[in-house]
């Protein structure tokens, strides 16, 4: 098993965020977590990639106790999040932006692992020494994942990375996130496009008010017209 956390706990003071929470992530899978706004999903991603301590429970990575390691430890284990609104330095080119992914790294791979993302995205090679303000919300979303691959990561997690992207884009960057995962990348993935996850997911869990309240294979919960409906809301809820 290449992730496993079990029991964790996230408060923020009083308001008790991730209460018990328990999943897996195999080696190449792609596994979602699903719900609403405000249940869970953003904080339990942050714990999970250092940026916010486990008030209990514990975190495992290929076989090892991260619980209590730092942010940019866990980055040179392989996890690495791509945040919710992409978060990219817009003060910043966008070689500049992308090479905030190497931070960590030590070997004589970088460049070489740059000019293949640029190769993999034109767009950003094309303004390559451009500040990133001037990106479209798809290519700052692009720029997210480039920076992201430059840490060479064994699990990548993505937090709504939908979010304000039009309908041409997301599907663009399903279809990316299908191919790095068939590439060898296990993916951690929350969005609130549900259909859109469970299509690509093999797994998924569906968190409310911070708790686990179903998992199953992305079929299952798919094919689970009331789960939808109580726990993740309408389409145009999700929309919204």
Do not use: C
């Not at 609403?36 to 008030?55: D, F, H, R, T, Y």
């Not at 993916?187 to 496009?193: A, D, H, M, T």
């Amino acid at each position: 098993m290449l992730l496993e956390v079990d029991g964790l706990d996230v408060r923020y003071g009083t308001n008790h965020a991730v209460k018990g929470v328990s999943l897996t992530v195999k080696e190449g899978e792609i596994v979602t977590v699903l719900g609403a706004n405000g249940a869970g999903k953003s904080s339990l991603l942050k714990s999970i990639a250092g940026g916010v301590k486990a008030a209990s429970g514990t975190i495992r990575f290929g076989g090892r106790d991260m619980t209590a390691k730092g942010a940019s430890q866990r980055v040179r284990d392989g996890v690495i999040l791509v945040p919710e609104g992409r978060q990219i330095f817009v003060s910043l080119t966008v070689e500049e932006n992308l090479l905030m992914g190497a931070y960590t790294r030590s070997d004589g791979a970088v460049a070489q692992d740059t000019e293949e993302i640029f190769e993999r995205f034109p767009n950003l090679k094309a303004r390559r020494h451009a500040p990133a303000s001037v990106l479209s919300g798809g290519e700052q979303q692009m720029l997210a994942v480039g920076r992201a691959l430059l840490s060479r990561p064994r699990l990548m997690m993505l937090d709504e990375p939908s979010l304000g992207l039009s309908p041409i884009v997301v599907e663009q960057l399903f279809a990316l996130i299908a191919e790095l995962n068939g590439k060898g990348l296990s993916i951690l993935l929350v969005e609130q496009n549900t259909q859109m996850a469970l299509d690509v997911a093999s797994r998924g869990y569906v968190l409310e008010l911070g708790a686990v309240r179903a998992q199953g294979t992305a079929a299952e919960l798919a094919e689970n017209a009331s789960l939808v409906e109580a726990y993740l809301g309408s389409e145009s809820e999700n929309a919204a």
